[in-house]
Each structure stands twice: as C-alpha cells, then as structure tokens.
C-alpha cells in the first residue's frame, strides 16, 4: 500500500463504468496511489448499473464486468473495519445521509480523503475531492 490513499464512493465507482475521465484516472493512479471502497460502494453500483443501462440502452452484464474488473485497482475495505467506526461515523454525516457513515468510517480509518461528488460529506470533517480537481491529489501535486 502506498502512503497516499482515497476512498471512493458509489457515484464514482458508476461514473468509473459508464464514463471516460473517472476511468482514465483510476487507471493512470491506480497503482501509484492506493483507492479504497467499502463493500456497499460495490453493491449500490451494481444495484443502480442494470438501471442506468436500461435507461441508456446499454449492456447490463457489460457494465457489470466493467464494475467487477474495478476491484483489482479499488480495494474493498472489510466491514470489521469499519463498524467500530459507525457511531462516530454516524455523527458526523448522519445528520445529512445517514447510508453514507460507511465512507466516513473507511476515510476515517484509512485517514484519507474521499472523492465524491455528493454534497453530503461536506462538514464531515473529512477532506472531500470531486472529480474535476481529484487529480491534484492523485497526482501529489
């Protein structure tokens, strides 16, 4: 594991699948910098893919292999991690999406930041980077 390391959430984890900039990234920092997920990040995707894919007419299963090959460069971060964290995790952004506590807890865990593009992590405490600055970070600039 490299000294710097990221959380992602769900959104980039499906903006990863279906677009090109978040995938070019992973890709070009992914084994320079060490990109963490919770296991839900994983499973809300491929919950929302098959949608998303029906919506654009794309390949559910594509885009579902697409998610799975993600796991060799996004690391899953284990739930025994994770729930010693909760309650204070929960503190911190339960107020605006408690289902998010899982970030919190693996960024806090990891002490890292989390690249999102949701609003709700703001406040939390926890450094938040979205893609269109991200590579500031990944880059070590």
Same mark, same amino acid.
């Given at each position: 594991m490299t000294s710097r390391r990221i959380v992602v959430d769900a959104n980039? &984890?499906?903006? $990863?699948? /279906?677009? +090109?900039?978040v995938r070019q990234l992973i890709a070009r920092y992914g084994t320079g910098i060490s990109? @963490?997920?919770? %296991?839900?990040? @994983?499973?809300d995707a491929a919950r929302y893919l098959p949608v998303i894919a029906s919506k654009r007419s794309a390949d559910p299963v594509t885009l579902l292999a697409t998610l799975d090959q993600l796991h &060799? /460069? +996004? %690391?899953? +971060?284990? !739930? !025994?991690?994770l729930e010693p964290l909760r309650d204070v995790a929960l503190k911190r952004i339960g107020y605006r999406d408690p289902m998010d506590w899982p970030y +919190? $807890?693996?960024?806090? $865990? &990891?002490?890292?930041?989390?690249?999102?593009?949701d609003n709700d992590f703001f406040g939390s405490g926890i450094p938040t980077w979205t893609t269109g600055n991200v590579e500031i970070y990944l880059s070590g600039e």
């Open positions: 980039i &984890l499906i903006r $990863a699948v /279906l677009g +090109v900039r990109i @963490f997920a919770p %296991e839900i990040a @994983f499973t &060799l /460069l +996004v %690391e899953t +971060v284990p !739930d !025994d991690i +919190v $807890a693996a960024a806090m $865990a &990891l002490n890292c930041p989390i690249w999102t593009e």
